[in-house]
């Protein structure tokens, strides 16, 4: 008999949680979520569950995001039903965790991306260590920052969350911290005795004993120019402020922008400006409008993941090409509702 996806525990006052996919680095399938949900349902009224620790199996990742594959491959095959589910399921989990009303305490220590950012960033606190690698890359397969992240992103200082979001830049733990991704910086070493800790108090302030300061972010010397480039009305505005700085990291930005799909990248920074001055729960019903979109009607989803994941060529055919060549009228009208 096969393990469990998710392991579910009750551990002395807490309720934990283990992501058991060690070999998909604990990317989420529709199975996983819907035993997510089944512990928010059982232990949101549950008394005697004082908070949640959730990890990741196999020493490697906490999460590396949704099973993409698998939606590419409904996709392909013109099944909608699937990936309707799977984004509809996943987003109520993110809601549910914002909504839970207990901490909900994730402890990551490896790998976490897109719909692991999902799982955590909805409540906390957030633990990372000196081997978590936290990014949104979303653009890179021609999807969007989506689990909620068009809520996160804009409220992080100045234009991190904008950067984050469109050039799927990698975060190492302390920089997780300085973002605000993460709220708690923890030696890997120190997990043990932490999780034993707040299973055993069921009380999320123990996490002071165990916090240490993370080292400087990586990104401070850039900071200045991400707020400036990345506060930009548009991708080609974006390129153009990147582009009048002389400097190398400049330039490796406008490399990296230059190889994401262009359509993906007009669509997020869109759904970034929105998510701004929105709630959580309309991001949410906002990115999955542009699930079906993006996935069903557009090509770019479907090459992206080929290249990135299944061929993993590194040499996707956008359509269109280049940023120049976007409609913005086109973008817009992966929005609308009519």
Not at 202 to 223: I, W, Y
Request: charged letters at 20%.
């Amino acid at each position: 008999m096969s393990e469990a996806e998710l392991i579910m525990k009750r551990e002395g006052q807490a309720g934990t949680l283990l992501m058991n996919r060690p070999k998909a680095l604990n990317a989420l399938s529709l199975g996983m979520i819907r035993e997510f949900q089944g512990a928010l349902d059982a232990w949101k009224h549950d008394p005697a569950v004082k908070l949640v620790v959730l990890e990741g199996a196999g020493g490697k990742a906490f999460c590396a995001g949704g099973d993409v594959r698998a939606v590419r491959e409904a996709a392909i095959a013109g099944d909608r039903a699937p990936v309707s589910a799977f984004f509809t399921e996943e987003y109520a989990v993110n809601q549910g965790i914002a909504e839970f009303g207990k901490p909900w305490i994730s402890l990551i220590d490896g790998v976490c991306m897109g719909g692991g950012i999902g799982l955590a960033v909805h409540n906390g606190p957030r633990v990372v260590t000196e081997k978590a690698l936290l990014a949104m890359p979303e653009t890179a397969i021609a999807l969007f920052p989506d689990v909620g992240t068009s809520h996160v992103l804009p409220r992080l200082p100045g234009q991190l969350g904008t950067w984050l979001a469109l050039t799927g830049a990698r975060l190492r733990g302390a920089d997780g911290v300085h973002t605000g991704l993460a709220t708690h910086y923890v030696p890997s070493a120190k997990l043990p005795e932490l999780r034993e800790a707040l299973t055993r108090t069921g009380d999320a302030s123990v996490l002071d004993q165990f916090a240490e300061s993370p080292p400087p972010a990586s990104f401070a010397a850039h900071r200045a120019l991400i707020d400036h480039a990345f506060a930009q009305g548009s991708m080609l505005a974006i390129i153009a402020a990147l582009e009048a700085d002389s400097g190398e990291w400049a330039a490796e930005q406008v490399k990296t922008l230059r190889r994401m799909s262009p359509t993906s990248l007009s669509v997020s920074l869109e759904l970034i400006r929105r998510g701004a001055t929105m709630t959580l729960r309309q991001c949410l019903d906002e990115e999955l409008l542009l699930t079906g979109r993006v996935v069903h009607e557009h090509p770019d989803f479907r090459e992206g993941v080929r290249s990135v994941l299944v061929d993993k060529d590194g040499s996707p055919a956008w359509q269109p090409a280049t940023l120049e060549a976007v409609d913005p009228a086109g973008v817009q009208a992966f929005f609308s509702r009519g």
